[in-house]
């Protein structure tokens, strides 16, 4: 049987093969998967939020007929007011919810975008190590993605410039179509961009886009669990006119990923190419849904939400970095940073020691009672080199108890390895 290339180029995804291996191990402490915590997902607010949606028969039966394809007007607009409230000045005078579109979730969003963007031997530039379901995308359609380094404070503009200057001496600037960012509490590191260096991210996007419009992507999955609870405005507060800002937003994390709703705010000359490709995919994402999530977000119920939500997990983060402390900071080389925030803490360890599926860390973890995401996956073929000796921690679904005795039973595996290196 002969399949397209493009079947070809989606093969080999990592989350087949963590899933498999989570599967096959139930009774391991997985501090793998980027699962929300069951405990938390919102069942009386979803059930209020329904009975609100279904509040009249008119109402249930649009909910439950074909809607706009690209998506329920009022939430549309509920979305927008939410995703630019920096400032007083309010909604852009250019931007309306023409802008707007919702997905099933925000991972279609990321695919239409690579379709539309990219042809095959186009580079997106992505941090190294950066979120590696986009990087599958991208792949898919045939593209590249180029690695610029990150650190606690997100990409490091100095070495965007580096790498674009770099493709651009190597004749390939003009197949530099954007920057993808997840400038907040980011997966799989955990770091959150500085406002400074979006400024100065934007600024080089700008400086660059010789051939063609670089645009900078800011996939905010994980802005709203903001322990500190400070309401992070979002990247195109920076580029308010959204000349090359594309915005992709999730109730995924916030909320719940089984009700599948996401957006993007999105520069105009991209509502069509979206809606195009939209049409073709499914005309519209589940109308219901998006009903629900307008009650919640009228009803204020999200922000009651996600406030209970930050606590529960900052005490779930705090367990970890406590026994990472406990158990990791007397072992040379080692080294993490708190994320203040999302799901993830990003976990590089000296560099003899390789974190990969079928290198000894991950037998001897597995061994003491762990499972783990082997942080290459997270690194894009290109540009900086791929850190063998990371791995990505999450302390979304276990309790506090199980979070400390994973990681010691992690510690315990890191100094078996080195005992024997
Ligand atoms: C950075 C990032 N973006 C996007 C998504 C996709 O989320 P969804 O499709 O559930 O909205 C995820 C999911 O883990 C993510 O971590």
């Given at each position: 049987m002969t399949f397209s290339s493009r079947s070809v180029q989606a093969a080999g995804q990592p989350v087949s093969e963590l899933m498999a291996e989570a599967l096959a191990h139930p009774e391991l402490i997985s501090l793998a998967a980027g699962f929300v915590d069951q405990e938390t997902l919102p069942v009386e607010i979803t059930a209020r939020a329904q009975q609100a949606a279904f509040a009249n028969q008119d109402a249930a039966r649009a909910s439950l007929q074909y809607s706009n394809p690209q998506g329920l007007n009022e939430l549309r607009d509920a979305l927008l007011r939410q995703s630019c409230q920096?400032?007083?000045?309010?909604?852009?005078?250019?931007?309306?919810?023409?802008?707007v579109v919702t997905t099933p979730g925000s991972n279609q969003l990321l695919y239409m975008l690579a379709n539309i963007l990219l042809d095959p031997g186009d580079i997106i530039i992505c941090g190294s190590p950066t979120y590696f379901i986009f990087i599958g995308i991208v792949k898919n359609v045939g593209g590249e993605t180029y690695g610029v380094a990150i650190d606690q404070h997100g990409m490091i503009p100095e070495s965007l410039d580096d790498a674009l200057s770099m493709l651009k001496k190597r004749g390939d600037l003009a197949r530099v179509k954007a920057i993808y960012l997840v400038p907040y509490f980011d997966n799989p590191a955990g770091s959150t961009l500085t406002k400074e260096r979006a400024g100065e991210i934007h600024e080089i996007a700008n400086r660059y886009s010789e051939h063609n419009k670089i645009y900078v992507v800011t996939d905010e999955a994980y802005r709203l669990l903001d322990f500190n609870q400070t309401a992070q405005p979002s990247l195109w507060a920076g580029d308010r006119n959204l000349n090359h800002t594309i915005v992709v937003g999730t109730?995924?994390?916030?909320?719940?990923?089984?009700?599948r709703v996401g957006w993007g705010i999105l520069p105009p000359e991209l509502i069509t190419p979206v809606n195009d490709v939209k049409g073709n995919i499914d005309?519209?994402?589940?109308n219901i849904n998006q009903y629900i999530m307008y009650e919640v977000l009228r009803n204020g119920w999200l922000q009651e939400h996600v406030s209970k939500l930050c606590d529960h997990y900052q005490q779930k983060q705090n367990a970890m970095l406590d026994a990472l402390d406990e158990h990791m900071s007397t072992i040379d080389h080692c080294s993490w940073w708190n994320p203040g925030g999302g799901m993830y803490v990003w976990l590089t360890l000296p560099e003899i020691i390789d974190s990969a599926f079928d290198k000894p860390l991950y037998q001897a973890t597995k061994q003491a009672g762990a499972m783990y995401v082997p942080g290459?996956?997270?690194?894009?073929?290109?540009g900086e080199p791929v850190q063998h000796n990371t791995i990505r921690l999450s302390f979304g679904q276990q309790t506090p108890a199980k979070i400390a005795e994973g990681v010691k039973c992690l510690a315990m595996a890191v100094n078996s390895v080195l005992s024997i290196a």
């Open positions: 920096w400032d007083d000045s309010g909604i852009p005078d250019q931007v309306s919810n023409e802008n109730f995924s994390k916030s909320y719940s990923p089984g009700i005309f519209g994402s589940p290459h996956y997270c690194f894009p073929k290109q």
